[in-house]
């Protein structure tokens, strides 16, 4: 199903005038591995799920750490210790990825955005790329975050388990998020990596 031309009139009215219409793909996160940098106030109220003793020594080593980009990883070496089992990312052996960077990079901004959202849709014009919800009666577009088109760096399809349809979008602040536009089906995929300027053939056995 190829939204662009089904919805046309409803993702130029979400776009405004002015703007040419490169590709609409149906997506949402990819499954995967989330290596995107925590903000302080994030991670305390992640720490605050822990039990008792952990929980104050994961929040000291925390608080001690004036540099929010190592914070986590004092935090990571209290929880994980010498005899922890924690040894292996089960999430970036099957799916990759998801989604990596610092606060406030691009790739943060457009994850936060879709966070909990439905029916999404990643709109691509000659100007910018948006992340919107749809609705359904009557089919409407609501922008939900959106990025200046020279914030991509490149994109490509990278195929993973149960995520055949899975776009890599590296941006220039050298973060990178993963979009999932089909479990087997590649064409959204590859409409999308062509419309951010990427390579839209799969890489050697994707």
Do not use: N
């Amino acid at each position: 199903m190829d939204a662009l031309q089904l919805y046309r009139t409803e993702l130029q009215a979400l776009v405004g005038g002015g703007e040419t219409l490169r590709a609409a793909v149906h997506c949402q996160r990819a499954f995967g591995s989330d290596r995107l940098e925590r903000s302080p106030e994030e991670m305390e109220r992640l720490i605050g799920f822990l039990p008792g003793g952990l929980r104050d020594s994961a929040l000291a080593a925390l608080r001690a750490e004036p540099r929010p980009e190592q914070a986590w990883e004092r935090v990571v070496g209290v929880l994980i210790g010498a005899d922890s089992v924690i040894r292996f990312d089960v999430d970036q052996a099957i799916g990759g990825v998801a989604a990596a960077g610092h606060v406030g990079s691009c790739a943060a901004r457009l994850a936060e955005g879709i966070r909990d959202a439905s029916m999404v849709h990643c709109v691509v014009t000659d100007r910018r790329i948006v992340l919107a919800s749809m609705d359904l009666d009557p089919v409407a577009f609501t922008p939900l975050t959106q990025l200046p088109i020279g914030a991509v760096l490149q994109a490509r399809r990278e195929g993973k388990f149960l995520q055949r349809g899975r776009v890599v979008v590296d941006f220039v602040d050298l973060s990178e998020l993963a979009l999932m536009t089909g479990v087997f089906g590649t064409g959204g995929a590859d409409v999308l990596a062509g419309a951010l300027g990427g390579a839209a053939k799969p890489a050697p056995g994707r």
